[in-house]
């Protein structure tokens, strides 16, 4: 089935915790705008291409207990799979000390036109020296305001355009991202697996 103008996208940005085996995973959306049908096998292509480039900036941020490793994409608009992809190159990360406990995470924050509708993505495993006292350090909230800029760009390819927001259940929209921020000091995922991200 060929992904169609206005569709949204549901990504699964898939990783895994080396020491367990378990998937370590942060949800996306976009929303597609086309001139016609965009085959399958091209939504993947391009959207990998997206994902391995979002995997470069946060092996930056993550400790070596974490790879990414593959892709998983629902049309949710249709309610059918796009299809599966593992990355051309495991993506590790690269701090070599101890990873921090794995509630705790970085929160990034994308805003839309809508006041009261936002997405949340949670990062964790990261390693212990890229914070002090629960604040993040210098070095590492760069790191994530690039995560951040990256997310917020729109992916313009050869097939189409892929815009990032995320879907409001209240209204039952897409909501296009416009803004976004990073938390300065570490949180908590208290009502999340342990392994799963937003």
């Given at each position: 089935?060929?992904?169609?103008?206005?569709?949204?996208?549901?990504?699964?940005?898939?990783?895994?915790?080396?020491?367990?085996?378990?998937?370590?995973?942060?949800?996306?959306?976009?929303?597609?705008?086309?001139?016609?049908?965009?085959?399958?096998?091209?939504?993947?292509?391009?959207?990998?291409?997206?994902?391995?480039?979002?995997?470069?900036?946060?092996?930056?941020?993550?400790?070596?207990?974490?790879?990414?490793?593959?892709?998983?994409?629902?049309?949710?608009?249709?309610?059918?799979?796009?299809?599966?992809?593992?990355?051309?190159?495991?993506?590790?990360?690269?701090?070599?000390?101890?990873?921090?406990?794995?509630?705790?995470?970085?929160?990034?924050?994308?805003?839309?036109s809508?006041?009261?509708?936002?997405?949340?993505?949670?990062?964790?495993?990261?390693?212990?020296?890229?914070?002090?006292?629960?604040?993040?350090?210098?070095?590492?909230?760069?790191?994530?305001?690039?995560?951040?800029?990256?997310?917020?760009?729109?992916?313009?390819?050869?097939n189409?355009?892929?815009?990032?927001?995320?879907?409001?259940t209240?209204?039952?929209?897409?909501?296009?991202?416009?803004?976004?921020?990073?938390?300065?000091?570490?949180?908590?995922?208290?009502?999340r697996?342990?392994?799963v991200?937003?």
């Amino acid at each position: 089935m060929a992904v169609s103008n206005g569709d949204v996208l549901r990504l699964d940005f898939v990783g895994e915790e080396i020491a367990t085996g378990q998937d370590v995973v942060n949800v996306y959306h976009h929303q597609v705008s086309s001139i016609a049908d965009v085959d399958e096998a091209d939504v993947m292509t391009d959207l990998l291409a997206w994902a391995e480039g979002l995997a470069l900036l946060l092996k930056l941020f993550v400790s070596t207990a974490v790879a990414f490793r593959r892709i998983r994409v629902t049309n949710f608009t249709k309610h059918s799979s796009v299809g599966e992809a593992d990355f051309e190159t495991t993506t590790a990360g690269v701090h070599a000390g101890d990873p921090l406990p794995a509630q705790v995470a970085a929160l990034t924050q994308f805003y839309t036109s809508d006041l009261t509708v936002r997405g949340r993505k949670y990062y964790g495993l990261a390693g212990e020296d890229a914070q002090s006292q629960g604040a993040w350090n210098a070095t590492n909230l760069g790191y994530l305001a690039d995560v951040v800029d990256y997310v917020l760009e729109p992916l313009d390819t050869f097939n189409a355009l892929y815009t990032p927001g995320v879907w409001s259940t209240r209204d039952e929209d897409f909501k296009a991202f416009t803004s976004g921020s990073v938390s300065q000091i570490t949180v908590t995922q208290r009502r999340r697996r342990r392994t799963v991200g937003s």
